[in-house]
C-alpha cells in the first residue's frame, strides 16, 4: 500500500511540476543561455553515443534478419524490416533509454545535490521557482533535441543495416536494392511515429528525472539512491509509455 | 567553452536534424528533390488487387519503372505507372498485374506490343487485361475440390449402393453367386483349352508349338519382302523413266515435251488425212487405181487381147509375131 502510495505521489507530483513548467513557457525567451546549455547537453553531447549504438543495432539487426530470412529466401526484404524497425521502434526507444542512462542521471544528481545542499530553498527564498529556471529550459531542450537524436538514430541504424547487408556473406545485398525495398515498403509517415514517440519518452524521462531530484530529501548518500532510482523509473516509464504510445499510434 | 561556440554548436545540431527529418521525408514521401524521372501512364483496371504505391512495373521482366500512385476512378481502379526515361512502352502494349509471390507482393507487368506501333505518350492510358489472381484461383480449387467430392460421393454410391438398389459390388456378388455353375464349367472349358493349346493340339495349339509354321511363316514375310524389294525397284525404274520423259530424253520424252517434233508430227497427220481424203474422193492416180473401175475394165480387155495374141503367135510362127501382138494390142 505504501509503494502504491508512493508511486501514485510520484505520478502526482511529476504531473504538477510538468504543469507549473508550462505556466512559466512565456519565460523561456528570457532563460535563452540555460535552454542552449541544456540543448548542448541533451543533444550534441549525447550525439556520439546516440551514433555508434544505433549503428550497431541497425547492424545487428540485419545480421539478424539475413540469419533467420534465409531459410525462406525472404533476404530482399531486410531494408524494409531494418528501416521499420529502427524508425518506428528502437530508434526511439534506444534515445530514451541513452537519454534516460546519460542526460537523466545526470540531470537528477544535479538537482539532488541542488535540493540536499538547500539550493533550491535558496531560489524559492528569492522568488525564483526551480519549475522555471530549473525544469523549464531541461524540457523545453528535450523537446527540441530528442527528435534530432532519433532521425539521427534512424538514419544512421539504416546505414549500419545496408553495410552489413551488403559486406555479409550469406545476405549479400547490394545498398541500392537494401534502400529500395526500404523506401518502397516506408511512409514517412513510420519515421513521424517514431519521432512522436521519441519526444514523449523524452520529456518523460526528463520530468521524471527532474521530479526525482527535486524531491531528494536527506543528505549526499540520497543523492546516488535518487540517480538510481530515477534511472530505474525512467526506463520502466519508457516500456510502459511505448507500449500504450505505439497502440495509439498504430 | 564559451556561450557562442555552444550556441553554434546546438544551432548546428538541430539544424542537422532538420536537414535530415527533410532528407528522410523526401525520400519516403516522392518529394522534388529525388523525384524520379521518366513518364506517367495511366492502367485501369476493375481491381488493383494487392497492388500498392511503390510497387515494380515490368516489361518482359525487366523493370522499368513504379507505381507512382493508385486511385479509385469512378467504377474502376486506375494505376498511375511511372515509366522510366527511355523506355518506350507500344501504344498496342497491354498490362497486367501479375503476382510476383505468395505473400501479396504484386508487380504490373507490360507486355512489349508490335515493333510497328507507335509509343505511348505522357499521360496516355494503356491497355490493360485481366489476370486471375491468387483468390480466384484458390476459389477455383474450391470448386474443383466441391465437384471431385460429388464425383467420388457418386462413385461410392455406384460402388455400394445408395440404400435403394445394391450397388456395384452387391450386384457382382449376386451375378457371381447366381451364375456360379455356369463359372465354374467356363473356367473347365478354358482349362481344357489351354492344356491342348499348351500341348499343340488343334490349329491354334499347332499355330503356338509348331517350329515349321514359324519357318513358314518366316519364309513367306521373306518372299513377300523380296516382292516389295523387286516392285520397289520397279517403281524406281518407272520412276527414272518418267524423270527421263520429263527431261525431255528419248523418244517419248521429244514427243511429249519437244514442241517441234509435236508439230511435225500435226503436220504429218494432217498431210496423211490429206492423201487418205484424195484417195477417198478418187482424185489423183492412186485414187482413181482405187476408185475407177474403168481403168480395171481397160487393162482386162488389154489382158484379153494379149491373150488372144499370143495364142496367134503361136499359129503364125515368130515372123509375124511382132505384127500380131501389135495388131491385136492397136
Request: charged fraction near 20%.
Amino acid at each position: 500500500m505504501k509503494q502504491l502510495t508512493s508511486i501514485l505521489e510520484g505520478f502526482g507530483s511529476t504531473l504538477q511540476l510538468f504543469l507549473r513548467a508550462l505556466s512559466y513557457a512565456g519565460t523561456l525567451p528570457r532563460q535563452r543561455a540555460r535552454f542552449i546549455e541544456q540543448c548542448y547537453l541533451i543533444g550534441y553531447t549525447t550525439l556520439p553515443i546516440v551514433a555508434i549504438l544505433s549503428f550497431f543495432i541497425g547492424a545487428v539487426l540485419a545480421l539478424q534478419a539475413g540469419y533467420s530470412m534465409q531459410n525462406f529466401g525472404a533476404m530482399q526484404f531486410i531494408g524494409s524490416l531494418v528501416g521499420l524497425s529502427m524508425a518506428r521502434e528502437l530508434g526511439p526507444v534506444m534515445v530514451a533509454i541513452l537519454l534516460a542512462g546519460r542526460v537523466g542521471s545526470a540531470i537528477t544528481a544535479e538537482l539532488a545535490s541542488m535540493k540536499v545542499n538547500q539550493e533550491v530553498d535558496a531560489l524559492e527564498t528569492m522568488n525564483i521557482p526551480p519549475a522555471r529556471m530549473l525544469v523549464l529550459p531541461r524540457l523545453a531542450a528535450a523537446l527540441v533535441m530528442v527528435p534530432v537524436l532519433a532521425i539521427i538514430a534512424d538514419l544512421v541504424g539504416w546505414f549500419g543495416g545496408a553495410i552489413v547487408a551488403k559486406y555479409t556473406s550469406f545476405i549479400s545485398i547490394e545498398p541500392e536494392a537494401y534502400f529500395s525495398v526500404l523506401r518502397r515498403y516506408m511512409k514517412f509517415q513510420d519515421v513521424m511515429n517514431g519521432l512522436i514517440k521519441a519526444e514523449i519518452f523524452g520529456l518523460g524521462v526528463v520530468l521524471v528525472c527532474c521530479n526525482i531530484g527535486l524531491n531528494t530529501r536527506g543528505g549526499p548518500r540520497e543523492i546516488g539512491a535518487s540517480v538510481t532510482r530515477a534511472v530505474v523509473v525512467s526506463l520502466i516509464l519508457i516500456l510502459v509509455l511505448d507500449y500504450f504510445v505505439t497502440k495509439v499510434l498504430i | 567553452m564559451n556561450n557562442a561556440q555552444q550556441t553554434a554548436r546546438v544551432g548546428l545540431f538541430f539544424l542537422l536534424g532538420l536537414a535530415l527529418t527533410w532528407v528522410t521525408f523526401e525520400t519516403l514521401s516522392g518529394g522534388t528533390i529525388f523525384k524520379e524521372k521518366g513518364y506517367m501512364l495511366i492502367a485501369g483496371f476493375e481491381s488493383l488487387k494487392e497492388l500498392k504505391q511503390g510497387d515494380d512495373v515490368r516489361m518482359a521482366g525487366v523493370k522499368i519503372g513504379t507505381i507512382e500512385t493508385t486511385r479509385l476512378a469512378g467504377r474502376r481502379a486506375e494505376a498511375v505507372l511511372r515509366i522510366d526515361p527511355g523506355v518506350k512502352v507500344a501504344t498496342d502494349a497491354t498490362a497486367s498485374i501479375v503476382m510476383a509471390g505468395l505473400i501479396g507482393t504484386n508487380y504490373v507487368s507490360i507486355d512489349l506490343g508490335s515493333a510497328s506501333a507507335g509509343a505511348l505518350a505522357d499521360g496516355a492510358e494503356i491497355r490493360t487485361k485481366v489476370t486471375p489472381d491468387i483468390n480466384s484461383i484458390m476459389t477455383d480449387l474450391g470448386n474443383l475440390g466441391q465437384k471431385l467430392d460429388g464425383a467420388l460421393s457418386s462413385f461410392g454410391s455406384a460402388f455400394n449402393g445408395d440404400g435403394k438398389g445394391g450397388g456395384l459390388f452387391q450386384k457382382l456378388d449376386k451375378l457371381v453367386t447366381d451364375n456360379s455353375d455356369r463359372v465354374s464349367t467356363t473356367m473347365t472349358n478354358l482349362q481344357e483349352i489351354t492344356t491342348k493349346l499348351n500341348k499343340g493340339e488343334g490349329t491354334l495349339g499347332k499355330l503356338i508349338n509348331d517350329p515349321s509354321l514359324h519357318d513358314e511363316l518366316v519364309a513367306a514375310v521373306d518372299e513377300i519382302k523380296s516382292a516389295a524389294t523387286q516392285a520397289k525397284g520397279f517403281v524406281s525404274d518407272a520412276q527414272g523413266i518418267i524423270a527421263q520423259v520429263k527431261s525431255g530424253q528419248g523418244a517419248l520424252g521429244t514427243l511429249v515435251y519437244d514442241e517441234a517434233t509435236a508439230n511435225n508430227l500435226r503436220v504429218t497427220v494432217a498431210n496423211i488425212r490429206s492423201v487418205s481424203d484424195k484417195l477417198a474422193k478418187g482424185e489423183g492416180t492412186l485414187g482413181k487405181l482405187i476408185n475407177d473401175d474403168t481403168l480395171y475394165n481397160t487393162a482386162q480387155n488389154t489382158l484379153k487381147k494379149a491373150d488372144r495374141a499370143i495364142d496367134g503367135l503361136g499359129d503364125s510362127g515368130p515372123i509375124t509375131a511382132v505384127g500380131i501382138v501389135a495388131k491385136s494390142l492397136f
